[in-house]
């Protein structure tokens, strides 16, 4: 079995345990060479999260960018969600976001976008790691570097813009506690609670930079944590929990119920899809079937695409933006047309309470009127030499589903599907069986007693 | 000949900004120092050149990613930045700064926790760990913090400078005093402390900081014509030019003329001494007139390899009480700090001049007269060895010192030949107490090439 990687340098950029796998010298090298990579025009803005690695890195990517020439726009202690935001208003030729969103306080990464605060495509994402890896940059002469300016105020323009798609007025009435995680979203939602009057109640609040209070995942199991058990005594309609950088959400409801993440998307799905002309969902193939059932219900239809941001970046790119509903994730991670599809806990957390508002319900009682989907998900070490066999293997066993190939193996049955997959950042394989109503226990245990042959 | 416009050594990291002198490089030579002094506060600063700005991020990336935690300076001479360094116990710091090299060039000048230059036999191991790339990458929690204190370094310096002199003396002199900064690292620092440290009537120019170096960073005679100019027109005492990071200092007498910068040396030396005796360290290549001042003193002269670190490492060894270079325009004064002033220079300059009543002009004019011619070759490999060779032969017999390229030294009069350490020249010096005396000494090393 491999060990566990400390650092993955992909598509979607730059990941790693600072100091242990990733150093200042990967971060100089890439920032140069996406400074290389970028047209010229208008400034970089670079954001990061509250970790204390963050400054080194921000000092390594912004020595790099000046470098190559390039203007930067610091807008300091940020959500990624901000940083987009903020590319497109300044009218900016790119962006780093610096931050390891869900990952533990040691891990770090950056992540880049181009002008409009878009993801890079597969294929932009390409040419910049193969400047990367060739290694020459292209810098500016001495008197032709950038300069570096902060902007304070990013975070206030960017509630401007939720303030825009939401009616604050109607949503500022709810009672709903938020676990911070630690991270950025309580500095947007301290923010909405002393300019917008909002009434959010918020816990692991301060913006820590090296031990957080739990680790920052979006998982019901997470919710269970801390934030659940509160919902009821403070008498919330709801309970929120963000990742460190606030672009995935979870939830609970005001019975104190976690929420399976996997329902963030479907609910969404429901709000948004009578809403818009988009009929399109797109989503990964791990994701709760509900998805589908509940697009059906609107005329919508659902788009399946492998694991990983990159894949739904280059899905949304075959279609017009009007043409798409949402896309999204069994994380918690969810792209909305109206903010550009930029993953944002934030405007997914409105979005649902602005649900909740106009259904004029319980988040309890919205929740029990879908159908019960039971999902089981395990992870397996194993030596990656042996997973091609295995994957052929199991398509031969269980051939009389429907088989997809394009992430693994995906097995669909009527009531009943089946995702085993190898993860993108760590040799891992992951195992995900879900079933209308009753967990598919037998199902999942002779799938991982498979996997467990190649561990 | 083929151009080398970066240069990593004993001396540090210096090249052109672009596609030399890189981020990335600058962030592995922080990060290198970091690891070599330690986890605990540095201290970073940096002269004007428009790249010091973006060198500055990718030290602060190297030295916090070595764990050290970083204190910025911002802008400020390369003095200011070793007395503070001194000043508030840091673990160490790092100037980015290329002294007296032109804009396009940038270096980092590094510091031990005294704010001196390392030994060169630290500087060795500090070489060594670089090319090792066995760096300390500090995880997460071990990262410390960026702070910035931009105000107090300048005071603390200046301040320590004026306990060298009697400060009120000269104020009450009210000197009319011409100032050329070079939009460098100094503008602000000196126009205040001339002003209003020294109660000076200052008349300044190139003490915009955010402007480019309207003249050739380093402070020669023949691009200074802008201070005569000003030092003729406002009638001023004496004019001040430094250099982009303010450790060099050229200065014009009241006629405008500027002076050899060895004579201003010696100046300084006899101003020093007659504060208080002791030994005397210049290079090599430094004027037979610190040999003379420090004579009518009763004091010792050590010679060093050209280089501040050269002559600060045995000025510390022996406990000397003032030393410098002479073609440099470095003036160091250990009671203030072990490095190269202009504003201890300026100081002592003043501080001369109250104390006698004499102009700048007249105290130059008492100076013993020499002459001294200099030229410099491009380097090409194997040229400068049979030239040294050939001088031994042609004047055998004659005092010799090897430890900087050859020096050749008759009772009045010498020859040195050296490689310089910052750019690809041979460097030859002679001086004689006679014009016609240097011109025939020159000719005869030139019949030599």
Redesign the interface.
């Known amino acids: 079995m491999a060990a566990p990687r400390s650092l993955r340098i992909s598509h979607v950029g730059l990941r790693g ?4 796998g990733l ?3 990967h ?3 890439f920032a ?1 060479a996406f400074g290389t990579f970028l047209e010229s025009g208008g400034p970089v803005v670079i954001g990061r999260d509250p ?3 963050g ?3 921000r ?2 990517v ?3 960018l ?2 190559c020439g390039q203007d930067v726009v610091d807008l300091g202690v940020v959500s990624t969600p901000v940083v987009q935001h903020a590319i497109r208003r300044l009218g900016g030729a790119g962006g780093v976001s610096i931050g390891a969103s869900h990952n533990a ?4 990464a950056l992540r880049f976008f181009g002008p409009e605060g878009t993801y890079l495509s597969t294929a932009q994402a390409g040419e910049l790691l193969d400047i990367y890896h060739l290694g020459k ?1 292209r ?5 032709g ?4 300016r902060a902007e304070p105020d990013a975070l206030d323009r960017y509630l401007e813009e939720l303030e825009a798609a939401y009616d604050f007025d109607a949503l500022r009435s709810f009672r709903v506690v938020v676990d911070c995680s630690n991270g950025t979203s309580s500095l947007i939602l301290r923010r909405l609670n002393q300019r917008r009057g909002f009434g959010f109640i918020l816990i692991n609040e301060p913006v820590a ?3 957080f209070a739990h680790e920052p995942t979006t998982s019901a199991a997470t919710v269970a944590l801390q934030l659940a058990p509160l919902v009821r005594p403070l008498g919330a309609d709801a309970g929120f929990l963000f990742d460190a950088d606030s672009d995935r959400v979870a939830l609970a409801t005001e019975c104190g119920e976690p929420v399976s993440e996997e329902m963030i998307l479907p609910l969404l799905a429901d709000y948004l899809l009578p809403r818009g002309s988009g009929k399109l969902v797109i989503t990964n193939l791990s994701t709760t079937a509900l998805v589908e059932e509940v697009a059906a219900r609107h005329g919508g239809r659902v788009v399946r695409v492998p694991v990983g941001r990159q894949a739904a970046i280059d899905a949304l790119s075959c279609y017009r933006p009007e043409q798409v509903a949402l896309a999204g994730e069994g994380t918690g991670a969810v792209m909305m047309p109206r903010f550009r599809f930029v993953y944002d806990g934030i405007a997914s957390m409105l979005a649902i309470l602005s649900m909740r508002k106009e259904r004029g319900r319980p988040l309890s009682e919205i929740l029990a009127g879908y159908p019960r989907y039971s999902i089981l998900k395990a992870q397996v070490a194993v030596h990656t030499s042996g997973i091609p066999a295995l994957l052929m293997e199991l398509q031969r066993d269980y051939g009389d589903g429907d088989i997809n190939t394009l992430d693994g193996l995906r097995v669909d049955w009527p009531d009943r599907w089946f995702h085993v997959r190898v993860s993108q950042t760590e040799p891992v394989v992951r195992v995900i069986v879900e079933q209308r109503g009753e967990p598919p226990a037998a199902l999942f245990e002779a799938l991982l007693e498979r996997v467990r042959r190649i561990a | 000949m083929r151009e080398h416009l970066l240069k990593i050594g004993v001396s540090g990291i210096r090249g052109v900004v672009g596609d030399f002198l890189t981020p990335a490089l600058a962030a592995a030579f922080a990060q290198a120092f970091g690891t070599y002094v330690g986890r605990g506060r540095v201290v970073v600063g940096r002269d004007t050149r428009p790249s010091g700005e973006m060198l500055e991020h990718a030290v602060c990336c190297g030295l916090l990613a070595a764990g050290c935690e970083v204190v910025r300076v911002g802008v400020q001479p390369t003095p200011t930045i070793q007395v503070y360094v001194a000043h508030t116990g840091a673990r160490g710091g790092i100037a980015i700064t290329a002294s007296h090299n032109p804009p396009e060039y940038n270096a980092l000048k590094l510091f031990n926790s005294s704010g001196l230059f390392f030994n060169q036999y630290e500087r060795g191991e500090l070489v060594d760990l670089y090319h090792e790339s066995d760096f300390r990458h500090a995880a997460n929690e071990e990262i410390g913090g960026l702070s910035d204190d931009a105000g107090s370094a300048g005071a603390i310096h200046t301040g320590r400078v004026l306990a060298q002199v009697d400060a009120d003396r000269i104020r009450a002199c009210r000197f009319r005093v011409a100032l050329d900064a070079v939009n460098g690292a100094g503008s602000l620092l000196s126009c205040r402390f001339l002003r209003h440290d020294l109660g000076c009537e200052l008349e300044a120019i190139a003490v915009d900081p955010s402007l480019p170096f309207p003249r050739p960073a380093e402070p020669r005679a023949e691009v200074l014509g802008e201070l005569s100019a000003l030092v003729l027109a406002r009638g001023a005492a004496i004019g001040f030019a430094q250099d982009p990071d303010g450790d060099r200092l050229a200065v014009a007498e009241e006629t405008g003329r500027v002076l050899d910068n060895d004579d201003m040396l010696a100046l300084v030396v006899d101003a020093a001494l007659t504060r208080r005796r002791g030994d005397v360290v210049v290079n090599l290549t430094t004027s037979s007139v610190i040999d003379d001042v420090a004579r009518s003193h009763g004091c010792r002269v050590w010679r060093t390899p050209v280089g501040e670190a050269n002559v600060v490492e045995r000025m510390q060894a022996i406990d000397a009480v003032i030393g410098g270079e002479g073609s440099g325009g470095g003036v160091i004064l250990p009671a203030v700090h072990l490095c190269r002033d202009s504003y201890t220079a300026m100081a002592l300059l003043l501080d001369r001049m109250a104390a006698t009543g004499l102009s700048i002009g007249t105290l130059a004019a008492r100076l013993p007269r020499y002459h001294r011619r200099s030229r410099q070759l491009a380097f090409e490999h194997g040229r400068l060895g049979p030239l040294m060779q050939a001088l031994e032969e042609r004047f055998a017999g004659v005092a010799a010192d090897r430890s900087d390229g050859l020096k050749l030294a008759w009772p009045d009069r010498w020859i040195h030949v050296r490689a310089s350490n910052t750019e690809p020249l041979v460097r030859l010096t002679v001086e004689a107490r006679a014009e016609d005396e240097a011109e025939g000494l020159l000719a005869q090393v030139e019949a030599l090439l």
């Open positions: 345990v600072v100091g242990s150093t200042a010298s971060v100089l090298d140069a970790r204390s690695s400054v080194m890195i000092e390594g912004a020595a790099a000046l470098a306080a040691e891990w770090n940059f810098f500016a002469p001495h008197d570097l950038g300069k570096l930079s090296v031990r």
